[in-house]
């Protein structure tokens, strides 16, 4: 079956963009996470949904990331006002109503800010 | 959550086991121990998880010590296949269920 997909696998900005990330989960898993991954480090917890809200969100780094997912499946990841800072691998994974069940990571989105 | 330590790189002989040691001498009794790995360019793939007992399934075999403060994940025959970083991780029960990754052990088998 279908695996977690992201779009886009690539994208490129410029400094102070808005930009938008999608996942699309694999279908029935209520849990869903975002992580982001910057080079030479592990992925790093941003949020998690159950459902369609965010159960935890204490990885957001501020105010210019926030992520929703309305009918808690796909989930879109926005970054506002964009920095260099922020270019790094944005991973979603998704699993089985949270718990011990494996998270299935997607492939990621590269995002590059100029 | 507790942190995990881990060596940065290691190598394997190709047919041979790799034994991948991973330190988490802060964990709690609630805390289960999970390894993941990712391929360069691909997301992280789970490989196995336990509590207290040992475990193996298909892919791997996870030893825990009996005070739990540290674990060995062995790759029984490795293949070019399984060069990739190693995730230790510790995740509490209940909870987020979000995982702490560290920086992990970027294991590579050699022919």
């Known amino acids: 079956g279908a695996g977690v997909s992201q779009t886009p696998s690539n994208k490129v900005t410029e400094k102070g963009k808005y930009v938008e990330l999608r996942c699309d989960p694999i279908s029935g898993h209520t849990a869903l996470y975002w992580y982001r991954q910057s080079l030479g480090q592990g992925p790093e917890f941003l949020i998690y949904?159950?459902?369609?809200?965010?159960?935890?969100d204490s990885g957001l780094p501020n105010d210019r990331f926030f992520a929703v997912r309305p009918e808690g499946s796909v989930s879109t990841l926005k970054i506002q006002r964009t920095e260099r800072g922020d270019s790094a691998v944005y991973l979603c994974a998704s699993s089985l109503q949270g718990g011990d069940n494996e998270q299935f990571f997607g492939p990621g989105t590269r995002l590059t800010v100029l | 959550d507790a942190k995990t330590t881990q060596p940065t790189s290691m190598d394997c002989a190709e047919g041979r086991a790799a034994n991948l040691p991973c330190n988490h001498s802060?964990?709690?009794?609630?805390?289960?121990v999970y390894w993941y790995r990712q391929i360069h360019s691909q997301g992280p793939q789970y490989i196995i998880h336990?509590?207290?007992n040992n475990e193996t399934n298909e892919m791997a075999s996870l030893i825990i010590t009996e005070d739990r403060k540290s674990s060995t994940l062995i790759l029984p025959h490795a293949t070019l296949r399984d060069t990739a970083v190693y995730y230790c991780?510790?995740?509490?029960?209940?909870?987020?269920?979000?995982?702490?990754f560290g920086t992990g052990t970027r294991l590579k088998v050699l022919a």
């Open positions: 336990g509590l207290k």
């Open positions: 949904f159950q459902g369609t809200g965010a159960a935890d």
């Open positions: 991780i510790v995740r509490v029960a209940g909870g987020t269920y979000k995982y702490i």
């Open positions: 802060t964990i709690s009794g609630n805390e289960y």
